[in-house]
């Protein structure tokens, strides 16, 4: 996204290329390492410019990356609650697999990208100036960021509003207080008891000392109004015949989120503020690091240094980046503005690392539930082709059975509230708390990577002044960083074999262990037992099909002539009635239905 912006550039060496190069051509590369320090204090607001962008860029990964986390297929779905409970704690939303890339991108990702660069550098130099094109690319690109907008407003408001109501919180006697909006009620349990002891005292959904606090009864209902309107899920139905035939599960949050992304987009298109540019900018970002994934290690790493070579080329052999990346005045880059320097970087530098970096926290989060299965040893039935018995194998056969998922994602509020401050980086209070600290060990390696990938661009801009290509040392930061932690943990052969594309999901199975208890391989479950059992069920199903037929007609024959007339009658007029409906159906739908109707019935 945006990778036709990959740059990073002082707005001071757009004006004053030329005098700034003609001041340090002389010098070699030593010396102007050795002058970095003097100039750095003499441009310290270009210092605080690039810290910004820096912090700006690791914050959009870090974030986009934990809101990309979904059920791994090392665990299994969580367990279905009954209807009505549990409701703020779970995500009713299907698994999704995200838009993965494939090998094939890594070549056609940088063409593509240079084709639109082309054609956007020669459109530029035929217009002269560019304000036609910035008028048009403001108004598509404003069209095309309301999705994300409101993502990142939704998200915003869910991570403010789990701070003011919490599901759980603990108090200074170490009493963990579960709020219960359904109930309207703070419950705790005392000792290693299940039993909910409800405290009469607090009274509000707060958490803290404001939980008792004495409000009158038409507040106090409000406050807890507005806490369950903020945790309860409408469902939105969108059906035009032939087009389109959808489900949406919002909340209060995410509709309140649109309507900021529709006023922030009419206010940048009026103004052009620079300010709500990069805001649209974070939003592109950080939906982009949530929809997209690189699939695999392998497809990742291709992919980057596809783009590597490519942004190494456009940069420093052609005028295409530069030119474009200074002439357009859309949300493609960030750009930060000091008191007399500025800085800016393109989206595709946050985007495609960032991708590759929220594959590595799915990974850890897949490794901390694939540790976590047990090798059950089962008993396979195989026939033995030379007695014709059957033979119990129970040597390296197990099943895997693999742990339950819990979801640990908007949990900021909950651990804020619920944890120590020596415990904050390992909370306990609650199964999704627990879940939610799983080691990140690629992860922060990722991260540790881009940021010292940043900083080494940031140097090599100040001591050269001239554009950097971001991407020339982000992608060898990331991607060494991550493989060399794979290979440093003997873990190179699980990094490999990771996919996201659904083939790694597969329910319980059978496999062959070592003498060590390490997986070989898939056990050969036996034919010869497949069609034992294949021909015992089709047996069954044809005992059971022939019993039906003749019950069937045994009541055929006892039923009387009138009866019969009456049940082609009753036949007669359903399925008219059934014909009637496929014949007429609607052509538009919308509706809205309400978190008590969807407690009613099933959808």
Same mark, same amino acid.
């Given at each position: 996204m945006a990778a036709?912006?990959?740059? @990073?550039?002082?707005?001071?060496?757009?004006?004053?290329?030329?005098? %700034?190069?003609?001041?340090?051509?002389? @010098? %070699?590369?030593?010396?102007?390492?050795?002058?970095?320090?003097?100039?750095?204090?003499?441009?310290?607001?270009?210092?605080?410019?690039?810290?910004?962008?820096?912090?700006?860029? @690791?914050?959009?990964?870090?974030?986009?990356s934990h809101a990309a986390l979904r059920r791994p297929p090392s665990a299994n779905p969580p367990k279905k609650t009954k209807k009505g409970q549990q409701r703020r704690n779970r995500d009713d939303r299907d698994d999704q697999y995200v838009h993965g890339l494939m090998l094939a991108d890594a070549i056609m990702l940088p063409v593509i990208a240079g084709i639109v660069l082309v054609g956007l550098y020669y459109l530029i130099k035929w217009l002269e100036d560019p304000y036609l094109l910035n008028k048009i690319l403001r108004v598509y690109f404003s069209c095309m960021s309301l999705a994300s907008m409101g993502k990142l407003f939704a998200d915003l408001?869910?991570? @403010? %509003? /789990?701070?003011?109501?919490?599901?759980?919180?603990?108090?200074?006697?170490?009493?963990?207080?579960?709020?219960?909006?359904? &109930?309207?009620?703070?419950?705790?349990?005392? /000792?290693?008891?299940?039993?909910?002891?409800?405290?009469?005292?607090?009274? %509000?959904?707060l958490p803290g000392r404001w939980s008792e606090w004495e409000l009158s009864g038409t507040m106090n209902n409000l406050l807890w109004e507005v806490s369950e309107l903020l945790v309860e899920q409408w469902i939105v139905r969108l059906y035009i015949h032939g087009i389109i035939s959808e489900k949406y599960r919002v909340k209060f949050n995410d509709v309140l989120g649109i309507v900021l992304g529709i006023g922030v987009n009419v206010v940048y298109y009026v103004t052009e503020s620079t300010f709500l540019s990069n805001v649209m900018g974070y939003a592109f970002s950080y939906t982009s690091i949530i929809l997209m994934s690189p699939t695999a290690f392998a497809t990742g790493t291709a992919v980057l240094f596809g783009l590597f070579f490519y942004?190494? $080329?456009?940069?420093?052999?052609?005028?295409?980046?530069?030119?474009?990346?200074?002439?357009?005045?859309?949300?493609?880059?960030?750009?930060?503005e000091g008191p007399t320097k500025a800085s800016m970087l393109g989206l595709g530098d946050i985007v495609l690392p960032g991708i590759f970096v929220g594959l590595c926290l799915r990974f850890d989060q897949y490794m901390y539930y694939y540790r976590q299965r047990k090798l059950v040893p089962v008993e396979l039935m195989a026939k033995d082709e030379s007695s014709g018995h059957l033979v119990t194998n129970t040597q390296t056969q197990c099943m895997v059975i693999k742990p339950d998922y819990v979801d640990p994602r908007g949990q900021w509020g909950n651990r804020f509230w619920s944890t120590k401050l020596s415990k904050i980086l390992s909370p306990d209070a609650t199964p999704s708390l627990k879940a939610s600290?799983?080691?990140?060990?690629?992860?922060?390696?990722?991260?540790?990577?881009?940021?010292?990938?940043?900083?080494?661009?940031?140097?090599?801009?100040?001591? $050269?002044?001239?554009?950097?290509?971001?991407?020339?040392?982000?992608?060898?930061?990331?991607?060494?960083a991550v493989w060399i932690t794979g290979m440093l943990r003997g873990e190179l052969r699980e990094m490999w074999n990771y996919t996201?594309?659904?083939?790694?999901?597969?329910?319980?199975?059978?496999?062959?262990?070592? /003498?060590? /208890?390490?997986?070989?391989?898939?056990?050969n479950n036996g034919t010869g037992d497949n069609n034992v059992n294949g021909k015992a069920k089709e047996k069954?199903?044809?005992?059971?099909?022939?019993?039906t037929s003749s019950n069937v007609s045994s009541t055929k024959k006892k039923t009387s002539p009138l009866d019969q007339v009456r049940e082609k009658v009753v036949k007669s007029?359903?399925?008219? &009635?059934?014909?009637?409906?496929?014949?007429?159906?609607?052509?538009?739908?919308?509706?809205?239905?309400?978190?008590?109707?969807?407690?009613n019935f099933d959808s």
């Amino acid at each position: 996204m945006a990778a036709n912006d990959s740059i @990073l550039l002082a707005a001071s060496e757009i004006s004053a290329a030329n005098l %700034t190069e003609s001041l340090v051509a002389n @010098l %070699t590369f030593t010396e102007k390492l050795a002058a970095l320090p003097a100039y750095m204090w003499e441009n310290k607001d270009l210092f605080m410019v690039e810290s910004r962008l820096i912090f700006t860029s @690791l914050a959009l990964i870090y974030l986009g990356s934990h809101a990309a986390l979904r059920r791994p297929p090392s665990a299994n779905p969580p367990k279905k609650t009954k209807k009505g409970q549990q409701r703020r704690n779970r995500d009713d939303r299907d698994d999704q697999y995200v838009h993965g890339l494939m090998l094939a991108d890594a070549i056609m990702l940088p063409v593509i990208a240079g084709i639109v660069l082309v054609g956007l550098y020669y459109l530029i130099k035929w217009l002269e100036d560019p304000y036609l094109l910035n008028k048009i690319l403001r108004v598509y690109f404003s069209c095309m960021s309301l999705a994300s907008m409101g993502k990142l407003f939704a998200d915003l408001l869910h991570f @403010l %509003t /789990g701070f003011i109501f919490p599901t759980v919180w603990r108090a200074k006697d170490g009493k963990l207080y579960h709020i219960d909006f359904s &109930k309207r009620g703070q419950w705790f349990t005392e /000792g290693d008891s299940t039993d909910q002891v409800w405290d009469e005292k607090k009274k %509000t959904p707060l958490p803290g000392r404001w939980s008792e606090w004495e409000l009158s009864g038409t507040m106090n209902n409000l406050l807890w109004e507005v806490s369950e309107l903020l945790v309860e899920q409408w469902i939105v139905r969108l059906y035009i015949h032939g087009i389109i035939s959808e489900k949406y599960r919002v909340k209060f949050n995410d509709v309140l989120g649109i309507v900021l992304g529709i006023g922030v987009n009419v206010v940048y298109y009026v103004t052009e503020s620079t300010f709500l540019s990069n805001v649209m900018g974070y939003a592109f970002s950080y939906t982009s690091i949530i929809l997209m994934s690189p699939t695999a290690f392998a497809t990742g790493t291709a992919v980057l240094f596809g783009l590597f070579f490519y942004d190494i $080329y456009m940069v420093f052999f052609t005028p295409y980046m530069v030119t474009v990346a200074t002439s357009l005045d859309v949300p493609i880059k960030l750009v930060f503005e000091g008191p007399t320097k500025a800085s800016m970087l393109g989206l595709g530098d946050i985007v495609l690392p960032g991708i590759f970096v929220g594959l590595c926290l799915r990974f850890d989060q897949y490794m901390y539930y694939y540790r976590q299965r047990k090798l059950v040893p089962v008993e396979l039935m195989a026939k033995d082709e030379s007695s014709g018995h059957l033979v119990t194998n129970t040597q390296t056969q197990c099943m895997v059975i693999k742990p339950d998922y819990v979801d640990p994602r908007g949990q900021w509020g909950n651990r804020f509230w619920s944890t120590k401050l020596s415990k904050i980086l390992s909370p306990d209070a609650t199964p999704s708390l627990k879940a939610s600290a799983f080691p990140k060990t690629y992860f922060h390696a990722a991260m540790v990577g881009y940021f010292l990938a940043m900083v080494v661009t940031l140097v090599m801009l100040l001591v $050269y002044r001239h554009a950097q290509p971001a991407l020339l040392y982000l992608v060898p930061g990331v991607v060494f960083a991550v493989w060399i932690t794979g290979m440093l943990r003997g873990e190179l052969r699980e990094m490999w074999n990771y996919t996201e594309d659904g083939s790694l999901d597969t329910a319980d199975k059978i496999v062959e262990v070592d /003498g060590n /208890g390490n997986v070989i391989d898939l056990a050969n479950n036996g034919t010869g037992d497949n069609n034992v059992n294949g021909k015992a069920k089709e047996k069954q199903a044809m005992v059971a099909k022939d019993g039906t037929s003749s019950n069937v007609s045994s009541t055929k024959k006892k039923t009387s002539p009138l009866d019969q007339v009456r049940e082609k009658v009753v036949k007669s007029k359903h399925k008219s &009635k059934t014909s009637e409906k496929e014949r007429v159906p609607p052509i538009f739908l919308f509706t809205i239905e309400t978190p008590a109707a969807d407690r009613n019935f099933d959808s």
